[in-house]
């Protein structure tokens, strides 16, 4: 395959570009990663069944309603510029990126680079932005259709990414919870790595969340009873909503909890209401909606996206508040529902040590980082080479502490 064959090109939406080729690029049905046919069959008809190696967050229907929502666009500056690469006119390869003209809703923090270059006279923003808005979730961000060279192709990309940087005057381009190869491949085109941790829960072929408990300790274990005994003390009831369960007025309800919290953490939550009604639309089967209910309303709720091997925790609001619930609701449910579907991993979203008692261990996530600027590059390089050392040492300390039983604890 002759690099003259392929030609790059940036569009301003994710309406440029057919679902077809897109969700062909982003979930290929031959992706490394996959589950093997029978494993997938074996999840009794859910949405991820049909999709081998299936990330819902990638997917052409996850953009475009952040996208049409009004969520991520130019006004709330998430301008989008997504980069293709064309073999013979075909699209065989995609990066979801975004203009942005500040550092919100990433997740991967940068403000400290932002005010120093500033300070020393740069200008940080605009910046190139390749992630899923809103969502510090692991996956693919080099999307590649399957049957091409994946490496040339990726290739191609990184350097599309460098050459975008400094057609659209960027300060940088920052390539956010993406796949370890991906980073090591875009480590190889002058990119820097940055290392930081999350916390996932991994199921180690648990039949029943009872399973689950009895592989930590004594302490933990009791620990875990009680609170899940005292988070539906008041009277409350947990349902899973999922597919046609999931109704406006269940979206109503949830957009209601997502604003209540959401304003209080961020001032302005970052999604809207269309955007649920959007997802709603066009792909609930990947959505798991885990509800509290008392006196016969809601009161809480945790969103959850549904991938082929993994449950993704993502928002969490409530208008009552009750001891344990949110650990209740984010936590345990989606273990429970992770146990149930036969789902290896819950990611559980951001941050979080509190996570570590529940079961979530520190998992390392990799992000890249292209700095035009040479002198900026070397500071920053500088700084993510301790950082680097920093994390792996901390994930080490907590995996150590973990609740988990060690060989001369009691059973």
């Known amino acids: 395959m002759a690099s003259s064959e392929i030609t790059l090109e940036a ?3 994710v309406s440029d570009v057919k679902a077809a080729d897109w969700d062909a690029c982003a979930n290929p049905a031959g992706d490394p990663n996959g589950l093997d046919l029978d494993t997938l069959a074996a999840r009794n008809g859910s949405c991820a069944a049909a999709k081998p190696a299936y990330n819902p967050f990638v997917s052409h229907a996850f953009f475009a309603a952040a996208e049409a929502s009004g969520s991520a666009c130019a006004r709330t500056g998430w301008g989008p510029r997504h980069l293709l690469a064309r073999l013979n006119g075909e699209i065989v390869g995609i990066v979801p990126c975004y203009l942005k003209t500040h550092s919100q809703g990433e997740y991967v923090f940068d403000r400290g680079w932002a005010d120093a270059y500033e300070r020393a006279g740069g200008r940080y923003y605009p910046k190139l ?27 191609v990309l990184a350097r599309g990414l460098m050459a975008l940087c400094n057609a659209t005057n960027a300060s940088s381009v920052h390539v956010t919870f993406a796949r370890e190869a991906e980073a090591k491949l875009l480590r190889q085109h002058g990119f820097l790595q940055r290392n930081d941790q999350q916390f996932h829960w991994h199921n180690e072929g648990y039949g029943t969340f009872e399973d689950f408990l009895t592989s930590l300790n004594s302490r933990h274990r009791k620990a875990i009873k009680r609170e899940r005994r005292e988070a539906v003390a008041a009277g409350i009831t947990i349902h899973h909503l999922t597919g046609a369960d999931i109704t406006e007025q269940a979206w109503d309800a949830f957009f209601s909890f ?20 959007l997802v709603g639309e066009s792909m609930s089967g990947d959505v798991l909606l885990v509800m509290a209910k008392r006196n016969g309303r809601w009161i809480a709720g945790a969103i959850n996206f549904i991938g082929a091997d993994t449950l993704f925790g993502r928002n969490w609001g409530a208008l ?56 900026l590059r070397r500071a920053i390089a500088d700084y993510l080479k301790r950082e680097r050392a920093y994390v792996a040492e901390v994930g080490r300390e907590l995996t150590e502490a973990g609740p988990f039983r060690k060989a001369a604890d009691e059973a």
């Open 258 to 277: 997502y604003m209540e919290t959401g304003s209080r953490k961020w001032g302005r939550p970052y999604l809207t209401r269309k955007f649920f009604t």
């Open 320 to 375: 009552e508040h009750h001891p344990f619930l949110h650990f209740e609701i984010c936590y345990y449910q989606a273990i429970d529902f992770a146990i149930q579907r036969g789902l290896k991993v819950v990611e559980a979203g951001a941050q979080g040590e509190h996570k570590l008692a529940r079961g979530y261990l520190p998992q390392t996530t990799y992000s890249a980082h292209f700095i035009a600027d040479p002198d």
């Open 11 to 13: 569009v301003p939406s």
């Open 129 to 155: 932005q390749v992630s899923v808005p809103f969502t510090p979730a692991t996956g693919p961000r080099l999307l590649i259709r399957d049957g091409v060279d994946r490496e040339q192709i990726g290739s």
